[in-house]
């Protein structure tokens, strides 16, 4: 198994108990990568793994539910003795450090580039890290927002982030072993189309041709179980809903 996933948090908009929001960790290829420190996550991420040994961190967007574990991080390797050799890569939009310096009240980057090596995505970005592919392309959300292909040894992992239907998130996830999705909303309300219903999630899988897909995200109109029975009947292949503790060989 070239790469494995281990679900930290899914919750949609707020954590709830033992249920972060959105995070994973990704391992692989000597790699592991924290991707989404959504709240509650830099705690559940400590039962997998000593985060100084992180190797980068990767976060789809700056909404609080998929980044503010990163303050948490922040304190962590400056003040908390998990000290990593060298700042980690933080491949984050371009805002990352100068939304994170605000919050905490640093005229610079202060301590910060101390622990974070900032490195901003942008659409099509393309890095090998370590063993890994990642690819990141910019998907359809009210704010800069990315989703991510990660492979490794022809083992292939989509993620989603947060987004509506769009080109680029299916071209993301083309013939994904595992697509992690999200299925935020009931249904869409008209305007603009910044999450998915079960049922998109179930069909971009199904024109992605993946062959399995992992429910995440799942906002407060749904329920787990609900949104992945929907999604399934559309995708018509494997479909399961993530839930926090799942550790997935890919
Ligand atoms: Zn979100």
Redesign the pocket.
């Known amino acids: 198994m070239p790469l494995s996933l281990t679900v930290l948090g899914t919750a949609?908009?707020h954590p709830g108990p033992d249920r972060p929001?959105?995070g994973y960790l990704l391992s692989g290829g000597g790699a592991e990568v924290w991707v989404d420190a959504g709240p509650g996550t830099f705690a559940a991420l400590q039962r997998y793994t000593d985060p100084s040994r992180l190797t980068a961190i990767w976060i789809s967007h700056l909404?609080a539910?998929?980044s503010a574990d990163l303050l948490a991080a922040a304190y962590a390797f400056a003040f908390g003795g998990m000290t990593p050799a060298v700042p980690v890569p933080l491949y984050a939009p371009q805002d990352c450090a100068r939304r994170l310096a605000g919050f905490l009240g640093l005229p610079h980057l202060g301590f910060l580039k101390d622990v974070f090596d900032f490195r901003p995505l942008y659409d099509g970005h393309d890095v090998r890290h370590w063993n890994l592919r990642l690819t990141a392309r910019a998907v359809a959300h009210d704010s800069e927002a990315y989703g991510l292909r990660a492979e490794s040894q022809g083992s292939v992992l989509a993620y989603s982030g947060?987004s509506g239907p769009c080109t680029a998130l299916t071209e993301l996830a083309c013939n994904a072993d595992l697509f992690v999705c999200?299925a935020?909303i009931d249904r869409h309300h008209g305007g603009e189309q910044v999450h998915l219903t079960p049922e998109d999630a179930g069909h971009i899988a199904q024109e992605a041709r993946v062959r399995e897909l992992l429910v995440t995200?799942v906002g407060p109109t749904l329920t787990r179980e609900s949104a992945t029975a929907r999604a399934a009947a559309v995708f018509g292949r494997t479909t399961r809903p993530a839930v926090e503790g799942d550790i997935r060989g890919i």
Request: glycine share 0%.
């Open positions: 949609s908009p929001c959105s909404h539910d998929h947060d999200e935020d995200h």
